[in-house]
């Protein structure tokens, strides 16, 4: 039996080296470490020492080689497990979306960016229809498509362009290219043009916005809104896949064509020599002075006053009008629109849209391009080359057409006393 200061030393032996092994731990790491790099040291001299003293087989026999060669093959080794080493602290050096896999693009594809002139090989124009797209938005991408097949193209194949500031998955590219046999293109929108360029403030864009929002203007608070009305207005055209396109149709995701097509438009417009409702007066009201300064910097540039559209887009009569200093609102409607894109490409409309976009205009206010495009047409084209698509029925959001001619309406779905009435004809 152990007398209990016996017991206690015992118990104070036991406790003891728990307590240091722990404490030694660190320390003893660092040992460890410390000779495997002086061994590895040790190693490498061993080699060249060798290799200097051993110039030849004949001096070392057999088994000198032997050991010579196990040595290098341990150098070589090591070399291999540093670069190894640098490999994976390479791989280290990712992006924070390489870190984030839940964020990795489906399936990055590359986008198409050319397309062959085979394309139109057997269509009588060099005609094709273009969307800008989200991803988000594809039920209501596949129904307009669906509409136009339908209506007319399932007859012509004429190309499909749809451009987006996203990589569009495969499986979204899928679903698109099942809904018809035409050609179908998936092209990147240039992300320098699609965000705010250099000279616009975003801080003083979205002061702009929340006193828009307090106006109650449709879209007043949407960026999104900006970024495609700034794009459709002045870049579409400049995209690699709409090079070699003479008419674009704009096809708007949500809008739905009404009646069969029995003539091609696209060679209505190029027979006919053709080149291409209302709006919020606040988000225009600045549009118009704009336009007028231009004018007056470019009258060269300018289509004489009675063979252009001024007339019926101003009157500085009516009250109503004043907020937006004269402008009436009338505008040719941009989400259904035909243009031939060496008119959108011409110096005249090229000089307007960058003096229009170094104001900034497109951020600050809320134009759209539908505005934009109604007043660099009255500007630069003659009446006569401005073409309304009567018998064409189409809706998309308010905006409603339906063929007011009685022949006209054999073919169409739509109801002619729903029509809103707020389409300009200019033929």
Not at 102 to 118: F, G, Q, R, S, Y
Not at 174 to 203: H, M, Q, R
Not at 264 to 270: G, I
Not at 342 to 366: A, H, K, M, V
Request: aromatic share 12%; with cysteine; hydrophobic share 35%.
């Amino acid at each position: 039996m152990l007398h209990r200061s016996e017991s206690n030393g015992i118990l104070k032996t036991a406790k003891t080296p728990l307590r240091r092994s722990r404490l030694l731990v660190r320390p003893a790491t660092i040992r460890v470490l410390s000779f495997l790099t002086l061994v590895a040291l040790v190693i490498l001299l061993s080699i060249d020492n060798l290799k200097r003293l051993f110039q030849n087989e004949n001096m070392i026999g057999e088994e000198g080689a032997k050991i010579i060669q196990s040595l290098c093959e341990q150098h070589h080794q090591q070399q291999q497990s540093g670069s190894n080493m640098l490999e994976k602290s390479s791989n280290q050096l990712l992006l924070e979306h390489q870190r984030a896999s839940h964020t990795a693009n489906e399936e990055h594809l590359p986008m198409d960016t050319v397309i062959d002139n085979n394309v139109w090989r057997d269509l009588p124009v060099k005609g094709a229809f273009y969307m800008v797209v989200d991803s988000g938005d594809l039920q209501h991408i596949r129904a307009s498509i669906r509409s136009v097949e339908d209506r007319f193209n399932h007859r012509f194949r004429y190309p499909w362009i749809l451009l987006s500031n996203q990589h569009l998955t495969a499986s979204f590219r899928n679903y698109i290219t099942k809904l018809t046999t035409s050609p179908i293109f998936f092209g990147k929108i240039d992300a320098e043009l699609w965000d705010y360029p250099s000279w616009v403030s975003g801080v003083r864009a979205e002061d702009y916005m929340k006193y828009f929002s307090s106006s109650d203007v449709k879209h007043a608070t949407s960026f999104l809104f900006r970024q495609r009305s700034r794009y459709h207005a002045g870049f579409f055209f400049h995209h690699p896949l709409l090079q070699n396109v003479e008419y674009a149709w704009r096809v708007e995701p949500g809008s739905d064509y009404s009646c069969i097509m029995d003539t091609d438009p696209f060679v209505e417009m190029e027979q006919r020599n053709k080149t291409m409702e209302r709006e919020e007066p606040l988000a225009v009201r600045s549009l118009y002075p704009l336009t007028l300064q231009f004018m007056k910097e470019n009258m060269q540039l300018m289509t004489p006053l009675k063979e252009s559209l001024f007339p019926w887009l101003v009157d500085n009569k009516d009250p109503m009008y004043a907020k937006a200093n004269g402008f009436n609102y009338c505008q040719i409607e941009s989400n259904f629109m035909i243009v031939k894109l060496s008119y959108l490409r011409s110096p005249e409309y090229q000089n307007y849209f960058s003096f229009l976009d170094s104001t900034g205009g497109f951020y600050y206010e809320r134009w759209n391009d539908a505005s934009v495009q109604t007043m660099a047409a009255a500007m630069f084209l003659p009446r006569s080359q401005l073409h309304f698509f009567n018998h064409i029925g189409y809706s998309f959001e308010r905006q409603m057409h339906c063929p007011w001619r009685s022949t006209d309406l054999g073919t169409c779905s739509c109801d002619i006393t729903s029509a809103t009435g707020k389409w300009m004809r200019v033929m």
